[in-house]
Protein backbone atom coordinates (compact mmCIF):
# COMPACT_ATOMS: atom_id res chain seq x y z
CA UNK A 1 0.00 0.00 0.00
CA UNK A 2 1.21 3.33 -1.18
CA UNK A 3 0.76 6.43 0.98
CA UNK A 4 1.37 9.92 0.34
CA UNK A 5 1.27 13.09 2.08
CA UNK A 6 -2.02 14.73 2.25
CA UNK A 7 -1.99 18.39 0.52
CA UNK A 8 -3.20 19.98 3.40
CA UNK A 9 -2.65 18.13 6.69
CA UNK A 10 -4.38 20.10 9.57
CA UNK A 11 -2.99 18.91 12.99
CA UNK A 12 -5.03 16.96 15.79
CA UNK A 13 -6.54 18.60 18.13
CA UNK A 14 -5.81 17.78 22.26
CA UNK A 15 -7.52 14.99 23.19
CA UNK A 16 -9.49 14.09 20.18
CA UNK A 17 -9.76 10.36 19.27
CA UNK A 18 -8.05 9.00 16.30
CA UNK A 19 -11.64 8.74 14.52
CA UNK A 20 -12.87 11.79 14.90
CA UNK A 21 -9.12 12.93 13.03
CA UNK A 22 -9.38 10.94 10.78
CA UNK A 23 -12.45 11.91 9.55
CA UNK A 24 -11.58 15.79 9.72
CA UNK A 25 -8.73 14.95 7.35
CA UNK A 26 -10.84 12.61 4.89
CA UNK A 27 -13.51 15.98 5.00
CA UNK A 28 -10.79 18.23 4.34
CA UNK A 29 -9.73 16.47 1.38
CA UNK A 30 -12.98 15.09 -0.41
CA UNK A 31 -11.94 11.24 0.19
CA UNK A 32 -14.05 8.65 1.60
CA UNK A 33 -14.43 8.17 5.02
CA UNK A 34 -14.19 4.40 5.41
CA UNK A 35 -11.69 4.03 2.52
CA UNK A 36 -9.06 6.58 4.70
CA UNK A 37 -10.27 4.36 7.93
CA UNK A 38 -8.82 1.29 6.31
CA UNK A 39 -6.27 2.60 4.74
CA UNK A 40 -4.54 3.63 8.15
CA UNK A 41 -5.68 0.61 9.86
CA UNK A 42 -5.32 -3.15 10.23
CA UNK A 43 -7.00 -5.76 12.34
CA UNK A 44 -5.52 -5.96 15.96
CA UNK A 45 -3.07 -8.48 16.51
CA UNK A 46 -5.34 -10.67 18.78
CA UNK A 47 -7.31 -11.38 15.32
CA UNK A 48 -10.41 -9.74 16.35
CA UNK A 49 -12.46 -7.90 13.67
CA UNK A 50 -11.93 -4.70 15.03
CA UNK A 51 -9.27 -2.63 13.46
CA UNK A 52 -7.06 -0.51 14.93
CA UNK A 53 -4.76 2.73 13.74
CA UNK A 54 -1.79 2.44 12.28
CA UNK A 55 0.62 5.25 13.99
CA UNK A 56 3.25 4.93 11.64
CA UNK A 57 0.90 5.19 8.32
CA UNK A 58 -1.29 8.37 10.10
CA UNK A 59 3.01 9.78 10.30
CA UNK A 60 3.39 9.52 6.71
CA UNK A 61 0.18 11.15 5.65
CA UNK A 62 -0.22 14.05 7.80
CA UNK A 63 4.05 14.46 7.66
CA UNK A 64 4.37 15.21 11.51
CA UNK A 65 5.99 12.22 13.86
CA UNK A 66 4.33 9.78 15.92
CA UNK A 67 5.62 10.93 18.72
CA UNK A 68 3.65 14.38 17.87
CA UNK A 69 0.29 12.76 17.20
CA UNK A 70 0.35 10.82 20.05
CA UNK A 71 0.66 13.80 22.31
CA UNK A 72 -2.92 14.81 21.20
CA UNK A 73 -4.40 11.33 20.57
CA UNK A 74 -4.50 9.71 23.52
CA UNK A 75 -4.98 6.10 21.48
CA UNK A 76 -1.86 6.44 19.96
CA UNK A 77 0.05 6.27 23.24
CA UNK A 78 2.13 3.48 24.40
CA UNK A 79 1.57 2.62 26.46
CA UNK A 80 -1.85 3.06 27.26
CA UNK A 81 -3.02 5.88 29.26
CA UNK A 82 -4.94 5.32 32.33
CA UNK A 83 -8.14 5.71 30.61
CA UNK A 84 -10.30 5.85 34.24
CA UNK A 85 -8.69 9.85 34.21
CA UNK A 86 -11.19 10.30 31.17
CA UNK A 87 -14.48 10.24 30.82
CA UNK A 88 -16.16 7.39 29.68
CA UNK A 89 -18.20 8.72 26.78
CA UNK A 90 -16.50 11.30 23.97
CA UNK A 91 -17.77 14.53 23.67
CA UNK A 92 -17.81 17.83 21.25
CA UNK A 93 -16.57 20.14 23.43
CA UNK A 94 -15.98 23.79 23.17
CA UNK A 95 -17.56 24.59 19.89
CA UNK A 96 -15.42 27.99 19.83
CA UNK A 97 -12.09 25.83 20.60
CA UNK A 98 -13.06 23.51 17.80
CA UNK A 99 -13.49 25.76 15.35
CA UNK A 100 -9.93 26.41 15.19
CA UNK A 101 -9.88 23.10 13.63
CA UNK A 102 -11.33 22.42 10.22
CA UNK A 103 -13.02 19.43 8.23
CA UNK A 104 -16.19 18.66 10.78
CA UNK A 105 -16.84 17.97 14.17
CA UNK A 106 -13.71 17.78 16.51
CA UNK A 107 -14.86 14.69 19.27
CA UNK A 108 -12.45 14.61 22.59
CA UNK A 109 -11.78 12.76 25.31
CA UNK A 110 -12.16 14.96 28.39
CA UNK A 111 -10.53 14.13 30.90
CA UNK A 112 -12.79 14.36 34.39
CA UNK A 113 -11.46 17.82 35.72
CA UNK A 114 -12.15 20.01 32.88
CA UNK A 115 -16.05 21.36 33.41
CA UNK A 116 -14.99 24.89 31.70
CA UNK A 117 -13.97 26.07 28.86
CA UNK A 118 -12.52 28.84 31.06
CA UNK A 119 -11.54 31.03 27.80
CA UNK A 120 -14.74 31.24 25.89
CA UNK A 121 -16.95 30.88 29.56
CA UNK A 122 -18.85 27.58 28.81
CA UNK A 123 -19.84 24.72 31.02
CA UNK A 124 -18.93 21.17 29.20
CA UNK A 125 -19.62 18.91 32.20
CA UNK A 126 -22.29 16.89 32.28
CA UNK A 127 -22.01 16.97 28.29
CA UNK A 128 -26.01 17.64 27.40
CA UNK A 129 -27.25 15.31 25.09
CA UNK A 130 -28.21 17.78 22.65
CA UNK A 131 -24.90 18.56 22.28
CA UNK A 132 -25.19 22.13 23.44
CA UNK A 133 -23.29 24.15 25.42
CA UNK A 134 -23.94 26.33 28.24
CA UNK A 135 -22.88 30.26 28.28
CA UNK A 136 -21.20 31.38 31.72
CA UNK A 137 -21.00 34.92 30.91
CA UNK A 138 -23.57 36.42 33.66
CA UNK A 139 -21.60 33.56 36.07
CA UNK A 140 -18.42 34.31 36.68
CA UNK A 141 -17.66 32.01 39.76
CA UNK A 142 -18.56 29.59 37.63
CA UNK A 143 -15.41 30.07 35.27
CA UNK A 144 -13.52 30.97 38.80
CA UNK A 145 -14.51 27.50 40.11
CA UNK A 146 -12.48 25.79 37.12
CA UNK A 147 -9.18 27.34 38.29
CA UNK A 148 -9.46 26.35 41.80
CA UNK A 149 -10.91 22.61 40.88
CA UNK A 150 -7.38 22.63 38.52
CA UNK A 151 -5.49 23.98 42.19
CA UNK A 152 -7.20 21.29 43.72
CA UNK A 153 -5.75 18.26 41.13
CA UNK A 154 -2.32 19.68 41.08
CA UNK A 155 -2.31 19.07 45.00
CA UNK A 156 -3.73 15.40 45.11
CA UNK A 157 -4.06 14.19 41.89
CA UNK A 158 -6.86 13.20 39.54
CA UNK A 159 -8.11 10.03 41.42
CA UNK A 160 -8.35 12.26 45.29
CA UNK A 161 -10.13 15.47 43.02
CA UNK A 162 -12.50 13.73 40.95
CA UNK A 163 -14.23 11.78 44.10
CA UNK A 164 -14.24 14.71 46.11
CA UNK A 165 -15.61 17.07 43.40
CA UNK A 166 -17.90 14.27 42.55
CA UNK A 167 -19.14 13.66 46.38
CA UNK A 168 -19.39 17.60 46.63
CA UNK A 169 -21.75 17.91 43.90
CA UNK A 170 -23.93 15.42 45.31
CA UNK A 171 -23.75 17.16 48.79
CA UNK A 172 -24.60 19.81 47.42
CA UNK A 173 -27.84 18.64 45.16
CA UNK A 174 -28.83 17.10 48.66
CA UNK A 175 -28.57 20.20 50.23
CA UNK A 176 -30.41 22.18 47.67
CA UNK A 177 -32.95 19.64 47.82
CA UNK A 178 -33.62 20.93 51.67
CA UNK A 179 -35.71 23.95 53.02
CA UNK A 180 -34.00 27.07 52.60
CA UNK A 181 -32.97 27.62 56.46
CA UNK A 182 -31.33 24.19 56.58
CA UNK A 183 -28.90 24.92 53.22
CA UNK A 184 -27.53 28.46 54.60
CA UNK A 185 -26.36 31.41 52.06
CA UNK A 186 -25.72 28.84 49.40
CA UNK A 187 -29.31 28.09 48.83
CA UNK A 188 -29.84 31.72 47.46
CA UNK A 189 -27.26 31.59 45.38
CA UNK A 190 -28.67 28.09 43.96
CA UNK A 191 -31.83 29.77 43.16
CA UNK A 192 -30.04 32.84 41.98
CA UNK A 193 -27.96 30.75 39.55
CA UNK A 194 -30.56 28.81 38.26
CA UNK A 195 -32.94 31.80 37.50
CA UNK A 196 -29.97 32.59 35.18
CA UNK A 197 -29.76 29.47 33.29
CA UNK A 198 -33.07 28.24 33.80
CA UNK A 199 -35.53 31.13 33.51
CA UNK A 200 -39.38 30.09 34.68
CA UNK A 201 -40.73 31.05 31.68
CA UNK A 202 -38.39 28.73 29.65
CA UNK A 203 -37.83 25.94 31.59
CA UNK A 204 -39.41 23.52 29.43
CA UNK A 205 -36.79 24.08 26.73
CA UNK A 206 -33.76 25.41 29.08
CA UNK A 207 -33.99 22.87 31.35
CA UNK A 208 -30.73 20.23 31.61
CA UNK A 209 -29.72 18.52 34.56
CA UNK A 210 -25.65 19.43 33.32
CA UNK A 211 -27.05 22.93 34.04
CA UNK A 212 -28.25 22.37 37.43
CA UNK A 213 -24.75 20.64 38.26
CA UNK A 214 -22.97 24.32 37.05
CA UNK A 215 -25.72 25.75 39.48
CA UNK A 216 -24.03 24.10 42.60
CA UNK A 217 -20.44 23.89 41.14
CA UNK A 218 -18.57 26.78 42.99
CA UNK A 219 -19.96 25.50 46.11
CA UNK A 220 -18.74 22.11 45.63
CA UNK A 221 -15.42 23.25 44.48
CA UNK A 222 -15.52 25.46 47.98
CA UNK A 223 -16.14 22.04 49.90
CA UNK A 224 -14.12 19.39 48.02
CA UNK A 225 -10.88 20.51 49.57
CA UNK A 226 -12.15 19.07 53.10
CA UNK A 227 -12.72 15.73 51.49
CA UNK A 228 -9.44 15.43 49.31
CA UNK A 229 -7.42 16.64 52.44
CA UNK A 230 -6.06 13.88 54.58
CA UNK A 231 -6.17 16.70 57.32
CA UNK A 232 -9.51 17.25 57.04
CA UNK A 233 -11.11 13.85 56.62
CA UNK A 234 -9.13 13.43 59.71
CA UNK A 235 -11.06 15.85 61.68
CA UNK A 236 -14.13 14.49 60.58
CA UNK A 237 -13.79 11.57 62.68
CA UNK A 238 -11.88 12.34 65.14
CA UNK A 239 -13.40 13.42 68.75
CA UNK A 240 -16.07 15.57 69.22
CA UNK A 241 -13.78 18.87 69.47
CA UNK A 242 -12.09 18.29 66.21
CA UNK A 243 -15.38 17.39 64.34
CA UNK A 244 -16.38 20.94 65.62
CA UNK A 245 -13.62 22.43 63.80
CA UNK A 246 -14.84 20.23 60.72
CA UNK A 247 -18.33 21.28 61.11
CA UNK A 248 -16.71 24.93 61.58
CA UNK A 249 -15.20 24.94 58.26
CA UNK A 250 -18.39 23.56 56.27
CA UNK A 251 -20.24 26.49 57.40
CA UNK A 252 -17.69 29.07 56.67
CA UNK A 253 -17.35 27.95 52.73
CA UNK A 254 -21.36 27.37 52.39
CA UNK A 255 -22.15 30.43 54.63
CA UNK A 256 -24.53 28.37 56.90
CA UNK A 257 -23.66 30.03 60.66
CA UNK A 258 -26.12 27.47 62.40
CA UNK A 259 -24.79 24.20 60.56
CA UNK A 260 -24.37 21.49 63.31
CA UNK A 261 -23.74 17.98 63.22
CA UNK A 262 -26.47 16.25 63.04
CA UNK A 263 -26.30 12.49 64.23
CA UNK A 264 -29.85 11.34 64.07
CA UNK A 265 -30.80 13.16 61.11
CA UNK A 266 -30.32 12.74 57.41
CA UNK A 267 -27.61 15.15 56.96
CA UNK A 268 -25.60 14.23 53.85
CA UNK A 269 -22.11 15.85 55.24
CA UNK A 270 -22.21 13.90 58.40
CA UNK A 271 -23.47 11.22 56.65
CA UNK A 272 -20.11 11.51 54.65
CA UNK A 273 -18.13 12.28 58.07
CA UNK A 274 -19.72 9.17 59.90
CA UNK A 275 -19.40 6.70 56.99
CA UNK A 276 -16.97 7.54 53.90
CA UNK A 277 -13.98 10.32 55.45
CA UNK A 278 -11.96 6.69 56.67
CA UNK A 279 -12.11 5.30 53.15
CA UNK A 280 -10.21 5.49 50.10
CA UNK A 281 -11.34 7.65 46.88
CA UNK A 282 -13.37 5.65 44.89
CA UNK A 283 -12.68 4.82 41.01
CA UNK A 284 -15.43 5.84 38.19
CA UNK A 285 -18.05 2.96 37.57
CA UNK A 286 -17.76 3.77 33.73
CA UNK A 287 -14.26 4.25 32.13
CA UNK A 288 -13.37 5.12 28.10
CA UNK A 289 -13.00 1.93 26.56
CA UNK A 290 -10.85 2.72 23.12
CA UNK A 291 -12.53 -0.79 21.46
CA UNK A 292 -16.13 0.08 21.14
CA UNK A 293 -17.62 2.40 18.45
CA UNK A 294 -18.13 6.15 18.62
CA UNK A 295 -20.94 6.97 20.22
CA UNK A 296 -22.37 10.23 20.90
CA UNK A 297 -24.20 11.07 23.85
CA UNK A 298 -27.72 10.45 24.21
CA UNK A 299 -30.61 9.87 26.20
CA UNK A 300 -33.12 6.95 26.17
CA UNK A 301 -36.48 7.30 25.49
CA UNK A 302 -37.13 6.92 28.80
CA UNK A 303 -34.60 9.26 30.22
CA UNK A 304 -35.74 11.80 27.90
CA UNK A 305 -39.36 11.33 29.12
CA UNK A 306 -38.77 11.87 33.16
CA UNK A 307 -36.30 14.95 32.05
CA UNK A 308 -39.02 16.42 30.48
CA UNK A 309 -41.34 15.73 33.52
CA UNK A 310 -38.72 17.35 35.75
CA UNK A 311 -38.36 21.16 33.32
CA UNK A 312 -42.58 20.78 33.20
CA UNK A 313 -42.11 20.87 37.47
CA UNK A 314 -38.81 22.37 37.97
CA UNK A 315 -39.08 25.41 40.35
CA UNK A 316 -35.77 26.44 41.77
CA UNK A 317 -37.15 27.48 45.70
CA UNK A 318 -38.80 23.83 45.96
CA UNK A 319 -36.69 20.77 45.93
CA UNK A 320 -34.30 21.64 42.54
CA UNK A 321 -31.64 19.52 44.01
CA UNK A 322 -33.34 16.00 43.53
CA UNK A 323 -33.08 16.16 39.44
CA UNK A 324 -29.34 16.39 40.36
CA UNK A 325 -28.83 13.88 43.00
CA UNK A 326 -30.57 11.46 40.41
CA UNK A 327 -28.33 12.08 37.25
CA UNK A 328 -26.57 9.17 35.98
CA UNK A 329 -23.40 11.48 35.82
CA UNK A 330 -22.97 10.71 40.38
CA UNK A 331 -23.92 7.36 39.96
CA UNK A 332 -20.31 6.67 41.13
CA UNK A 333 -20.93 8.51 44.65
CA UNK A 334 -24.59 7.94 44.35
CA UNK A 335 -24.30 4.35 44.44
CA UNK A 336 -21.08 4.63 47.72
CA UNK A 337 -23.60 6.65 49.92
CA UNK A 338 -26.39 3.53 49.86
CA UNK A 339 -23.67 1.15 49.56
CA UNK A 340 -21.93 1.66 53.45
CA UNK A 341 -19.94 -1.67 53.23
CA UNK A 342 -18.60 -1.67 49.75
CA UNK A 343 -14.44 -0.66 50.59
CA UNK A 344 -12.30 1.23 47.73
CA UNK A 345 -8.42 0.05 48.24
CA UNK A 346 -5.77 1.00 45.94
CA UNK A 347 -4.83 -1.74 43.04
CA UNK A 348 -1.71 -2.87 42.90
CA UNK A 349 0.03 -0.66 40.15
CA UNK A 350 -0.67 2.09 42.42
CA UNK A 351 -2.77 4.45 40.02
CA UNK A 352 -5.97 2.79 40.09
CA UNK A 353 -9.24 2.52 42.49
CA UNK A 354 -11.18 -0.33 42.29
CA UNK A 355 -13.81 -1.88 44.66
CA UNK A 356 -14.09 -5.34 47.08
CA UNK A 357 -16.34 -6.77 49.29
CA UNK A 358 -15.65 -7.10 52.98
Known amino acids: MLLRRLPDPVPPARHEISASYIARLARLHGLDINALWRCLTEREASGGIRRVVVPERLATITGRTVHALSGALPELRHPQPDWAMFRHQPQPGCPHCNAKHPGGEVIRIVPHHRYVCTQ ?129 EVARRLRHPDYRYKEHENDPISHWANMNAKRSPLAPIYVHDPKRHLRKPALSPAIRLAQQRRAHTFDASHRAGEALVAHRYLATVFRRAWDPMRRHVLSPNGNNYYQVSP
Do not use: K, M
Open 120 to 248: HRLWLCPSDADGHTTPLHALPEVVQAQRRHLRILRRHGWAITYDAVLTAILICGQLWSRPENESGGAWHDWVRRAGILVPPDTAETAFSVARLCAVVYPEAVSLAPLFASPYWRQQAQESTWNRRLFNT
